[in-house]
């Protein structure tokens, strides 16, 4: 499966952004997605997941309750709705897929950056 990353931008504190994952390739109901991001000079790390038909998510302690992932398997896409932006957030996203949702992501789309401006 190919992924591709849209949505980050240069944004203030306090606020959103959402950001796109689309896959193409494979069937991409068979894969779990993951968000990760890379800090300067960090790094990289999880920041959410959500599994193959969207039942089950995880959120990192430093995200939970600001962003909330979800998939359309119909347009081949998984989401990232960021809220209440901090500086802290500041990173290349990437988006990586699984087979297995208990795996180790196997493939990675490209990053796209998130700047938030304090």
């Known amino acids: 499966v190919q992924l591709q990353a849209f949505g980050g931008g240069l944004v203030q504190t306090g606020s959103f952004l959402r950001l796109s994952c689309v896959g193409s390739?494979?069937?991409?109901?068979?894969?779990?997605v993951g968000w990760f991001r890379q800090a300067p000079g960090k790094e990289r790390e999880f920041v959410v997941g959500?599994?193959?038909?969207?039942?089950?998510?995880w959120y990192s302690d430093s995200v939970k309750g600001r962003f909330t992932i979800s998939r359309d398997n119909a347009k081949n896409t998984v989401y990232l709705q960021m809220m209440s932006l901090k500086p802290e957030d500041t990173a290349v996203y990437y988006c990586?897929?699984?087979?297995?949702?208990?795996?180790?992501?196997?493939?990675w789309g490209q990053g796209t950056q998130v700047t938030v401006s304090s």
């Open positions: 390739g494979r069937a991409f109901s068979n894969y779990g």
């Open positions: 959500i599994s193959k038909v969207g039942v089950t998510t």
């Open positions: 990586g897929a699984r087979y297995n949702d208990y795996a180790p992501y196997d493939y």
